[in-house]
DNA sequence: TGAGATTAGTGAACCGGTTCACTAGATCTA
DNA sequence: TAGATCTAGTGAACCGGTTCACTAATCTCA
């Protein structure tokens, strides 16, 4: 309700100090202890709070940290409100698009915000994506997922999927199973491409029978494509879903089609989705430290800005078994 | 990778105007079409974009909104996804804040955002929330969900969420029962005070037994509390969740106790969530038009910026009948 | 045709901070 | 005690746009 902003100037003149000397010792420079705890306490009566336009202008820093994902994937919405708030914690703002898998979108997000960002922090789209190429070299990057490695200064948090995709194989292996139909789409955790051949190699390794599908990102695009698979004579015995929505709408194909979980057909996610324990049956899956990727993300970012790049974190998933994986049913 | 930022001045010098000029003209003002054209296309060429600190500073406007939301409730969170993708589109950048259903954090936030942003939009934690209070008459503020009363030029976007709990009662009221529980919690679209009294008169009013439950905002939280409230003697025929996940929490504390939903338990939920179609059997619950509430908000927003104050705009829930709710079973 | 209105364009001031080059005084050291 | 070093503080320039007051040229219409 009060008027006018009081700027800086204001608080240097009830101190009766130059701008100079108030804006130093409110930052703890070049001043004494006893005239800092002055200006400070000048400076909240006043309700002083710097304009972060001018400062943005004059320091060269914004203080904003640009955030690119796919917010329709639950698991990175969850990721990414988690970031914006520690990144408040730590005097930064976020600044969040939803690019909706789409790496066209990314691209123009992110390049448009050369120059007038300090960090950016993307959950890529595609693990071939360009889109870092046009950032400042001023600008601190980190990617969670899928590592950067043309860019010597970058960090990244990338994600050991290749362990969750041996380990959920494995664990269907050893109930019996030998055709697997893995289910993929854009918006998985784990793009799909990334981890086409790697799975492949695997399976024939382990004598796996396997099929990769890739589905539209929605539970119910992934039921439909799901059920007209299923109806057909070689239908799997295990799904592998590389993310918890994508199950859901197998359960729901599964359902259509009178297949009874696990004991006609198991199902594997990924991601544990908050429902993933809520469905009939819980549904067995893979889940991450969310809190501790968040923390290695923020404090990669902000070290990058400090000029001291981290390289890279590595996290690995933990299979969280419930009941919705079984031995195969027995031969038809 | 070109090294130092393309300014004004740049692109002034290569048209030969001054940096006035060109301002004008890159903004359509005080110039003719074609010295427009020639401008805007030197500036695309030399990859020149207005330094947004610069503008914010000399302009008086940020190109900033502010959202703060509950990013917990998926309902919420879908919401702000896409407020911040149409406010992108029509020039503007969002920064959003997950004040996770805490009044205070939301007070501190906001107040903190001040003279900094150009609009703010809430999603209030509560009713009574007095958050608007210190913010700069300047500043374009809506309101999502509950009206702002006491600031004339104000903008709210209102749920009607009077009919949807009178819709919901006469629903289990018609189909026989008598004896409800309302399930509410502080992160629920409906805050749960402003609903209490509502509820009690409409329910007094149709003769129906109604009791009012507040639950920790999680699946599980729900669950243990409503399986709690269902292993006592007089628990009641029907349930209504003032939201889909505790509706889901009311799912599992019913398979806790071996009750069967819809025969022994009718179950209604509240917002629509993805997998409300999917939890067995398909949850009834209400849904709104979000696409419609977004796009009211940001016009909203918009026009006040524009000082044109748009007043209320009301949407109204619609009831999506699925499979969760039945005539009570047979008295005991 | 000539006074008044419009239009295109100019230079300088300004927004509110940060930083640089510099100074006066206090402290240290040989 | 003289000179070097350190500290707290100063004024001015600067970041990169926008806006204001003003000029010169063109247009309008009695």
Redesign the pocket.
């Known amino acids: 309700m009060p008027g006018?902003?009081?700027?800086?100037?204001d608080v240097a003149d009830a101190a009766?100090?130059?701008?100079?000397?108030?804006?130093?010792?409110?930052?703890g420079?070049?001043?004494?202890?006893t005239?800092q705890q002055r200006v400070r306490a000048i400076a909240t009566e006043l309700g002083?709070?710097?304009?972060p336009?001018?400062?943005a202008?004059?320091?060269?820093r914004t203080g904003l940290v640009a955030i690119s994902a796919s917010l329709r994937d639950s698991w990175q919405q969850g990721l990414v409100s988690m970031m914006a708030t520690t990144l408040r914690e730590r005097g930064y703002a976020a600044s969040i698009a939803d690019v909706d898998a789409d790496p066209g979108l990314e691209a123009t997000f992110i390049s448009s915000m050369r120059g007038n960002v300090d960090g950016v922090i993307a959950l890529p789209t595609a693990p071939s994506g360009q889109w870092w190429r046009d950032l400042d070299s001023a600008t601190a990057v980190v990617a969670i997922g899928e590592p950067i490695t043309a860019r010597a200064e970058s960090t990244s948090v990338v994600f050991d999927n290749v362990l969750g995709v041996t380990t959920a194989l494995n664990h269907l292996l050893q109930l019996g199973h030998r055709s697997v139909t893995m289910f993929s789409t854009t918006l998985a955790t784990m793009p799909s491409r990334a981890i086409d051949s790697l799975a492949s190699r695997t399976a024939s390794g382990l004598g796996l029978g396997l099929k990769m599908v890739t589905v539209p990102p929605s539970t119910n695009g992934a039921r439909s494509v799901a059920a007209q698979l299923f109806a057909q004579d070689d239908r799997p015995t295990a799904a592998f879903c590389l993310s918890d929505s994508i199950a859901f709408g197998v359960y729901l194909a599964a359902r259509d089609l009178k297949l009874t979980v696990p004991s006609d057909l198991s199902i594997l996610g990924y991601d544990d989705n908050e429902l993933a324990k809520i469905v009939d049956p819980p549904l067995s899956t893979f889940g991450w430290d969310e809190d501790a990727i968040v923390d290695a993300t923020i404090s990669a970012l902000i070290a990058t800005l400090e000029a001291v790049p981290i390289g890279q974190t590595r996290f690995s998933p933990r299979f969280i078994e419930r009941s919705s994986t079984a031995p195969p049913p027995r031969a038809h």
């Open positions: 006018g902003r009081v700027t800086l100037q009766g100090l130059s701008k100079a000397a108030t804006s130093y010792a409110l930052r420079l070049k001043s004494s202890e005239t002083f709070t710097a304009n336009a001018a400062q202008l004059a320091g060269g």
